[in-house]
């Protein structure tokens, strides 16, 4: 079974920092996702990775796929209230999609004003 | 508004009773998925239909079952409840589902407590 290993769990943090969080795992992805949950809907996809070592950028978040294809980060410069959420990485194995998406138990993100 | 759209909103039910969750999915989208998501477990996929047919299977308990109709909405249904099945249920759905990398667009979800 694969596993995703989010970190930080919950983070809170005043509008106008920098926050990075992570995306962990022991096996090897063909690709990796990020989505952002708010209260009462579903994830909301932000961006899909799928080469080793490369990085995206969505305005204010950069988004990187590590080397190996093990791990994922995502930055965000100047935080504002408006990112507030849950954010979630999920994998595709090299299953081909037989398996699914396998997600991480996801980061609480609280940006103060 | 994602374009899919999930019934009941919520649900409420007992232990042992049997539920039926109801996703239609995007307009031109083929591939329906179901996931739990749990304060534990987080977001687990359970299973995934693309144009009537089962494609990919996850963590889905014997006393669960889906289908994807002609039309091409689909139903989850979830028998001998138990208290632990309380969570939420989203569908989600995307155009042709290929190797994963096909983006999903997820409904607002089902939340069901079992009492």
């Known amino acids: 079974t694969q596993l995703l290993e989010q970190s930080p769990q919950f983070l809170s943090i005043q509008e106008g920092e920098n926050l990075t969080v992570y995306c962990n795992s022991s096996s090897v992805f063909s690709s990796l996702q990020w989505y952002r949950q708010e209260p009462g809907e579903g994830p909301v996809l932000l961006v899909t990775?799928?080469?080793?070592?490369e990085v995206k950028k969505l305005k204010r978040l950069t988004f990187q796929f590590g080397d190996a294809r093990k791990d994922s980060s995502l930055h965000i410069t100047a935080a504002q209230p408006g990112d507030t959420g849950l954010y979630l990485c999920a994998g595709a194995g090299l299953g081909g999609g037989a398996d699914g998406l396998t997600f991480g138990k996801g980061t609480h993100l609280i940006i103060q004003p | 508004d994602s374009g899919v759209t999930q019934t009941p909103k919520h649900l409420i039910t007992a232990t042992g009773q049997r539920v039926t969750l109801r996703c239609s999915p995007r307009s031109g989208d083929l591939s329906v998925y179901w996931y739990q998501q749990s304060l534990d477990q987080g977001l687990q996929f359970l299973i995934q239909y693309y144009n009537g047919e089962e494609r990919a299977k996850g963590n889905i308990l014997e006393r669960f079952s889906a289908q994807q109709f002609p039309d091409l909405h689909s139903e989850l249904n979830l028998s001998s409840l138990e208290l632990g099945d309380s969570a939420l249920y989203f569908c989600a759905s995307s155009v042709d589902g290929a190797g994963m990398t096909d983006t999903q667009y997820f409904g607002p979800g089902t939340r069901l407590t079992v009492l």
């Open positions: 990775v799928v080469t080793g070592g």
